[in-house]
C-alpha cells in the first residue's frame, strides 16, 4: 500500500500568497492602463477642445467666400439671403445643415449641399428642379411641373418658360389620380420626342375623360389637334407622321387628325385646314 506524503502547510500559504500577489497586480495593472487610457482621452479632449476654441474665434477661418454652382433660375442672393450666413462670420461657427435647409425653401431648389473649403470659403451645390410642362389648374393658374411629376411652383412669367400647357384636370382631382395622369403626361412627352418631334412643336396636352390624349401642335404657322387616345402611342405617332407626309405631298394641310379609331385602328382621318 503506497503512503501519501503530507502537504506542507507552508508551502500552501506561500501558494496563496503568491496567488494573491500576482492577481493585486494584475489589478493594479488594469488599473494604470485604464488611468493612462483617461488621462490621453482628457489630454486629447482638452487640446481638441482648445483646437476648436482657436479655430471658431480665429479671423483665419471667417467667410470671406461663396460659391455656386448649378444654378439657372434661382439667383445666388435670393439663396445667400435666405441662408441667413454672412461674409466675415466664423466658417466653423455656421450651421451649414440649416443653412441648406432654408436654401431649399426656394421654389426652383430642389437640394442645395453646403461644404467647407478651408481657409474662408463656402461651395454650395444647388440641385434645381428641371421644368417639363405647365399644368392648368381651374380656369388661370398655371403650374411647372417637373420631371419627376411634381408640381413644385406657380408659373410666372419672368420664370421665361416655352412649355406645352397640360389641360384637363382640377383641384378637385383625387390626390392619386392627379399624381398618375401627370406621370402618363410626362410620358407621353416622353413618346412624342422619341417618335423625332420637338416638344417646342407641342402647345397643348389634353387629358381626356376617357384616359386618352388630345394634342394641339405646331405644324407650320397653323394649330393642328391631334386626337391619340390612349393605346398604342409609339405606332399612333409614326402614323400621325405618315399622314402629314402624305398632305404635304398634294400641298394640303390638316387643322384636325384623327388616330383613335377602334373600329379601324389602322386608319386616321384629317380635316383639312381649309375645310373646317
Do not use: C
Not at 28 to 43: C, F, G, N, P
Not at 184 to 193: N, S, V
Amino acid at each position: 500500500m503506497t503512503g501519501f506524503r503530507p502537504v506542507d502547510p507552508a508551502l500552501l500559504r506561500r501558494a496563496a500568497a503568491e496567488a494573491e500577489r500576482n492577481a493585486f497586480k494584475s489589478a493594479l495593472d488594469a488599473a494604470l492602463r485604464t488611468l493612462a487610457a483617461a488621462a490621453l482621452s482628457a489630454a486629447l479632449s482638452l487640446g481638441a477642445w482648445q483646437a476648436w476654441r482657436w479655430a471658431t474665434l480665429s479671423p483665419a477661418f471667417a467667410l470671406n467666400e461663396i460659391r455656386f454652382s448649378g444654378l439657372s433660375h434661382a439667383q445666388e442672393g435670393d439663396l445667400v439671403k435666405r441662408s441667413g450666413l454672412s461674409l466675415g462670420q466664423n466658417l466653423f461657427r455656421a450651421d451649414l445643415a440649416n443653412a441648406g435647409r432654408a436654401m431649399e425653401s426656394h421654389p426652383w431648389v430642389d437640394s442645395a449641399l453646403l461644404t467647407r473649403r478651408l481657409p474662408g470659403t463656402l461651395m454650395v451645390s444647388v440641385l434645381e428642379h428641371h421644368p417639363a410642362a405647365l399644368v392648368q389648374l381651374g380656369e388661370k393658374t398655371l403650374y411647372v411641373l417637373d420631371e419627376e411629376g411634381r408640381l413644385f411652383k406657380r408659373a410666372a412669367p419672368e420664370d421665361g418658360l416655352d412649355l406645352p400647357v397640360v389641360t384637363g384636370l382640377s383641384r378637385q382631382t383625387p390626390r392619386p389620380d392627379l399624381q398618375l395622369r401627370l406621370l402618363g403626361a410626362l410620358h407621353l412627352l416622353d413618346t412624342w420626342r422619341g417618335a423625332g418631334y420637338a416638344v417646342s412643336a407641342l402647345a397643348e396636352v389634353r387629358l381626356d375623360d376617357a384616359g386618352g390624349y388630345t394634342l394641339f401642335a405646331h405644324d407650320g404657322d397653323g394649330l393642328q389637334e391631334i386626337r391619340l387616345g390612349a393605346t398604342q402611342l409609339p405606332l399612333k405617332l409614326r402614323r400621325l407622321a405618315q399622314v402629314r407626309a402624305a398632305l404635304a405631298r398634294r400641298g394640303e394641310k390638316a387643322a384636325r387628325i384623327e388616330l383613335d379609331n377602334s373600329a379601324r385602328p389602322d386608319q386616321a382621318a384629317a380635316t383639312l385646314a381649309d375645310k373646317r
